[in-house]
C-alpha cells in the first residue's frame, strides 16, 4: 500500500503540474494574457499564452456584475402572422375555385372576408377548409386531428378564420423552447460564458448575462428578432410611393416597406412573397466594400439558396432587389448582372461593430416571434467587488482554521494534511479554469465546504492510525492499516455526497447549478490529495526517516 512505482508516481505529479498550469492564469490580468484586434474586436493570446493554459475562473453575475433581462414572447404576434398568411392562402385558394371575395382583413383574434355572391358561401367555406394545417400529435373533440385555424361562417357573405386553442397552446410553447436556443446562440457569439437562459411562466425569459456592461446592446441583439427576407422591388417611383403613403390601394400582393435611415427613398413598394429568406443562409461574417472598404456584412447561401439565387439575378436583370430585416429595407441594390456565386453582401452604413452584431444574428437564426422587454437591470461591479471580498475572507478564515487545528491535533501529520490540502485548491481552481466553468457566490460556499471536506478524510486515516499504534503495530504496518481500514468509509461518505452534487446539477439551475459543480470537483479532488498525495507524502517520510515510533 506504501509502495508507489515510478510509473504511479509520475502520473501523480502530472496530475498536480496540469493542475497548477491551468490555476496559474488566475495570477495575470487578462491584458497580460490576451491582445484586442482593433478592427475585429477579437482577443488572441499572446506570449507565453500562446502554447500555455490562459483562460482564468469565469464570475457568475453575483460577482462581476452584468445584465439581467426579463423578456417576454409576443404570442400575438405569432397569431397575427398565421392570419395573414390565412389570408393570402385564401386569396389564391378562391381564386382558383373561380370564387369571388373582398373584404379581406384581419382585425384582433380574427380575419375575415366576403364571398360576393352568398351563394357560394357554402362553396368557399369548403374550398378554403384546405388551408387548415394539422397539429401533429393532437386530437380535437369527436376524434379528428385538430387543426390551427378554424374557419366558419360569421353570417351572411362573411367567412371568419380564427386560431385554435390547441394551435395556440402548441406553438406557445414551441415557440419558448426555439427563443431559448437562438437566444443562447446569440449570446455565446458575444463570448459571454455560461449565461442563464431560463423559462419563468408561460412566455417569459429570464436572461442573466455576466460581465456585460452595455444592457442596451445585450437587449439589441436579444430583442431583435433578426428576420431576414428577399423582395424584388415592385416600384420606387415617387408618385407611386407618395400615394401609397397616403393611403392609396396597394395589391394585396405588393408591401410598402421603409428604408430607416434614407431621406431620399424612406419607402419602397416590393413584393409581399419573399423570395429567399435567412433560413436559406449558410454563413454570415463581417466584411468589408472591396470598392470603398465601408463595413459590409458577407453572407454564403446553402445550395438550394444559391441556385434559386442564381436564377432570380439572371432572369431580374436591372431590376432592384430589396432586403428586408425586421420589416425594414437595409439595402436595395440593382441586378447588374447574374450573380451564381452562391453569395453576395449587405451594406448600408454599418459600423465594425454593427456588422458583426447582425452578421451574429443571422447566424444564430431569426427569433420565431419578437420578444417585448418587461424588466431590465444592471447589476454593478461594486456589488460583485464586495462579493468576493467577502467569500475571499470566509474563503481565507476556513481554510487558515483548518491549518491551525490540523497542526495542533497532529503535528508533523497535519503538515502532510496542509500540503494536500494547498494541492487541493490548487486543483480545484485549475480544474474550474480549464472547464471554463462559473464561478458564484453558492460555489464560493462549495470551495470552503470542500476544504472541511478534504481534511476530513485525513482526520479518519489518522484517527485509525492512532489506533493501530495504540494496538503496537509497527509504524509502516500501521500506516498501511490506517489508510486500509480507511478507505471504504471515505468513499462511501464522499460518494453519497457526489451524488447529492449531481441531483443539485440536474434539477437545479442558476446558482444551485454553481454551487454543485465546485462541490462535486471539490469531492474529486479532496479525495485524491487526500488519499492518494499525502500517502504518498507520508510514504516518502516513512522511507526516508525510517522513524521507530509515530507522533501521531
Request: proline share 5%; with cysteine.
Amino acid at each position: 500500500m506504501l509502495y508507489f512505482a515510478r510509473w504511479k508516481v509520475a502520473l501523480i505529479l502530472i496530475v498536480i503540474l496540469t493542475g497548477a498550469l491551468f490555476a496559474i492564469p488566475n495570477l495575470f490580468p487578462k491584458s497580460e494574457r490576451f491582445a484586442e484586434d482593433p478592427v475585429t474586436g477579437e482577443e488572441t493570446p499572446i506570449g507565453i499564452w500562446n502554447w500555455l493554459p490562459n483562460n482564468s475562473l469565469n464570475l457568475g453575475l453575483d460577482l462581476q456584475g452584468g445584465s439581467h433581462l426579463l423578456m417576454e414572447v409576443d404570442i400575438d404576434d405569432v397569431r397575427t402572422t398565421r392570419l395573414e398568411r390565412a389570408m393570402i392562402e385564401a386569396r389564391r385558394a378562391l381564386r382558383e375555385a373561380d370564387i369571388p371575395a373582398d373584404g379581406f382583413a384581419v382585425l384582433g383574434e380574427a380575419a375575415t372576408l366576403n364571398v360576393r355572391d352568398e351563394a357560394q358561401v357554402v362553396a368557399a367555406l369548403e374550398a378554403l377548409q384546405a388551408l387548415a394545417e394539422p397539429i401533429s400529435m393532437q386530437v380535437a373533440p369527436g376524434g379528428r386531428p385538430a387543426t390551427d385555424i378554424a374557419i366558419e361562417s360569421a353570417g351572411g357573405r362573411t367567412i371568419r378564420i380564427t386560431v385554435t386553442d390547441a394551435w395556440l397552446e402548441d406553438v406557445r410553447r414551441s415557440t419558448v423552447r426555439d427563443s431559448i436556443e437562438v437566444i443562447r446562440r446569440r449570446i455565446d457569439a458575444l463570448g459571454v460564458t455560461e449565461p442563464t437562459i431560463q423559462r419563468q411562466g408561460q412566455t417569459r425569459l429570464l436572461i442573466q448575462a455576466p460581465g456585460v456592461n452595455e444592457p442596451q446592446r445585450l437587449l439589441d441583439i436579444i430583442g431583435q428578432t433578426a428576420r431576414m427576407s428577399f423582395h424584388l422591388v415592385v416600384s420606387d417611383d415617387p408618385g407611386d410611393i407618395q400615394r401609397a403613403v397616403n393611403g392609396g390601394a396597394i395589391s394585396p400582393l405588393h408591401l410598402l416597406a421603409p428604408q430607416p435611415e434614407d431621406a431620399y427613398e424612406p419607402f419602397l413598394i416590393v413584393e409581399r412573397l419573399e423570395r429567399l429568406s435567412g433560413d436559406d443562409l449558410r454563413r454570415a461574417s463581417q466584411g468589408f466594400d472591396p470598392q470603398d472598404g465601408e463595413p459590409v456584412v458577407n453572407f454564403s447561401f446553402d445550395v438550394s439558396g444559391a441556385q434559386t439565387f442564381c436564377e432570380l439575378t439572371r432572369a431580374n436583370v436591372n431590376r432592384r432587389f430589396a432586403t428586408i430585416l425586421d420589416g425594414e429595407i437595409i439595402t436595395a441594390p440593382t441586378i447588374r448582372s447574374p450573380i451564381c456565386g452562391g453569395g453576395g453582401y449587405i451594406e448600408g452604413n454599418f459600423t465594425v461593430q454593427s456588422a458583426s452584431d447582425l452578421a451574429a444574428l443571422l447566424n444564430a437564426g431569426a427569433l420565431p416571434a419578437p420578444l417585448l422587454p418587461r424588466e431590465q437591470r444592471s447589476v454593478g461591479a461594486q456589488m460583485g467587488a464586495d462579493s468576493v471580498a467577502a467569500g475571499r475572507i470566509a474563503l481565507i478564515v476556513g481554510f487558515v482554521g483548518v491549518i491551525v487545528f490540523m497542526l495542533a491535533a497532529y503535528g508533523l501529520f497535519g503538515v502532510f494534511s496542509n500540503t494536500a490540502l494547498l494541492v487541493n485548491i490548487v486543483l480545484i481552481v485549475g480544474a474550474l479554469s480549464g472547464l471554463q466553468a462559473t464561478l458564484t457566490l453558492p460555489g464560493i460556499a462549495g470551495i470552503i465546504l470542500t476544504i472541511g471536506m478534504a481534511v476530513d478524510a485525513n482526520v479518519l486515516i489518522f484517527e485509525r492510525i492512532r489506533e493501530e499504534v495504540r494496538a503496537g503495530r509497527t509504524p509502516a504496518n500501521a500506516i498501511e492499516s490506517g489508510f486500509n481500514h480507511a478507505l471504504s468509509t471515505i468513499l462511501d461518505a464522499n460518494i453519497t455526497t457526489l451524488i447529492a452534487a449531481i441531483v443539485l446539477f440536474q434539477f437545479g439551475s442558476g446558482p444551485v447549478r454553481g454551487f454543485a459543480v465546485t462541490l462535486a470537483i471539490g469531492i474529486v479532488t479532496s479525495v485524491f490529495t487526500a488519499f492518494v498525495f499525502s500517502r504518498l507524502l507520508i510514504a516518502w517520510w516513512l522511507k526516508a526517516a525510517k522513524p521507530r515510533k509515530l507522533a501521531v
